[in-house]
């Protein structure tokens, strides 16, 4: 298993991962963290399922066509993910479409790209060729701001909203907009990961949301990266509060506040409770006053 993605920790809070080569011994104390893990399938419209596990939310196309997935989880996963899809159609995966970079979307690329072609924004190529993996867990098809998938008699369009979550995000919108796989530019009731150190912006996140909501309509089933299925009631809220904390910041920075000041200050009501293990209120703080420019 040389050259897969490392999990830096379990999939409860670990989420930016970094490469190595992977040893008999580390990877089976990788596999046995995962051991208690099941993977739950929702069926969202015929033909179409969300998989929930460990690590980012799978969205699924299943029909005639074969199989197609939205990101694949942690490596250790893998067989988990394949029992779970085999429940609805034979066969792996002829298509993986990688929502960005980061390992607990992309770490089953090495053992699903044996089957099928993977298919990501440019940057995800670039990114993931930073790192010491297997050419199977590399993507074969890439694009720089949209595509059209017509599989299994439907129509996903893949769309790249510019620097975000990171530089290389992608959003998967079903034509009918009966259903859309936000990858990590939406994390259900909590606070995101912005990933600064790879390409990612603040105010980039904000707008690629606001662009969302745009394209999805009440009726939209949303898969976010993280969390469960949500509604655009749902990211609408998501987008409140990243507007109501960024002003907040903003705030702080036009009255010359430090960055220790702006963590001894309460977040806006609403929003205190929406810290995680992976990101508590500090390190959003720490992001926002990062990523956000001086007033």
Known sequence: MAGVLKQTSTWLGKL??????????????????????TVKTTELAPGRYMLEGAGGNIGVSAGNDGLLIIDDQYAPMADKISAAL?????????????????????????????????????????????????????PVLVFDSSLEIHFNG???????????????????????????HTGDLFFKDRFPFIDLEHGGSVIGYRD????????????????PGHGSLATKADLLRFKHMLDDCINWMLDGKRSSKTLD???????????????WNFIPKERWVRTLYKGLPAQ
Do not use: C
């Not at 053992?111 to 297997?134: D, N, P, S």
């Not at 000041?261 to 810290?275: K, V």
């Open 154 to 180: 439907q129509v996903m369009k893949l769309i790249h909203l510019g620097p975000a979550h990171t530089d290389s995000d992608t959003i998967v919108l079903w034509q009918d907009g009966k259903v859309a």
């Open 16 to 37: 930016l991962l970094v490469s190595y080569i992977m040893t008999p011994l580390t990877y089976a104390a990788e596999q046995d963290a995962f051991a208690n893990v």
């Open 261 to 275: 000041e702006m963590l001894a200050t309460p977040l806006p009501e609403r929003w205190q409770n929406w810290g």
């Open 86 to 138: 085999h429940e609805l159609h034979d066969g792996y995966p002829k298509y993986i479409i990688n929502t960005h970079f980061h390992g607990d979307h992309v770490g089953g690329n090495n053992f699903f790209g044996q089957y099928g072609t993977i298919i990501a924004q440019t940057q995800v190529l670039t990114r993931l060729k930073e790192q010491r993996i297997e050419r199977n867990a590399l």
């Open 208 to 223: 690629a949301v606001a662009q969302i909501l745009d394209l999805v309509d009440d009726n939209t089933q949303i898969i």
